[in-house]
């Protein structure tokens, strides 16, 4: 065997090795991109829920609008939540229309009738949604498929319920004490 073609032998054992380096890192981040497809924590989430209205329950508009569910959505890119709905244990649904939630940020939806904004959103609705005692927000995308949800009270159950904290209200003023349902 000539130097020569010791040289090349060489050139092509190293172009082969570097080659194969080339494809296995190209094809590494797509297989970890893979197993990372599926978060363990959605990218929008209920972050808080004030089922009952403080003050004087007597459904006017100021009492049904300080009973609200909060969405935040805790990702940087913003979120169509076009069809997307949150629906109480009773069947009582909320779908949101032509509305995108930011990133890193927060959105109301309140109980009773307003204006809608970017940081407020109404379910136009003249009675209560959520039961003072024991209920359960759910959060659905627009295929129907399970995000987030939020129980209180006693008995609740859990469902399809990735968080399984007790009495997961959260806000300022939450009541138990009050009877309206």
Not at 102 to 111: A, Q
């Amino acid at each position: 065997m000539s130097a020569s073609s010791s040289v090349t032998a060489r050139r092509l054992a190293a172009a082969a090795l570097a080659a194969g380096a080339l494809v296995g890192a190209v094809s590494l981040p797509a297989s970890a991109a893979d197993r990372g497809a599926r978060p363990d924590r959605p990218s929008v989430e209920i972050s808080a829920v004030q089922y009952a209205s403080p003050g004087r329950e007597d459904r006017s508009q100021r009492s049904l609008n300080r009973e609200w569910v909060e969405l935040t959505n805790t990702k940087r890119h913003t979120v169509n939540l076009d069809g997307w709905t949150l629906q109480n244990k009773d069947g009582r649904t909320y779908t949101f229309h032509h509305y995108r939630l930011e990133g890193r940020s927060t959105v109301r939806i309140h109980t009773g009738e307003g204006r809608d904004t970017r940081t407020d959103l109404f379910q136009d609705r003249r009675n209560y949604v959520w039961d003072n005692h024991a209920d359960t927000a759910t959060l659905r995308n627009d295929h129907g498929r399970f995000i987030d949800d939020k129980s209180w009270g006693r008995n609740h159950h859990h469902g399809d319920n990735r968080h399984h904290d007790d009495d997961r209200h959260q806000g300022d003023n939450r009541h138990h004490g009050d009877n309206r349902r």
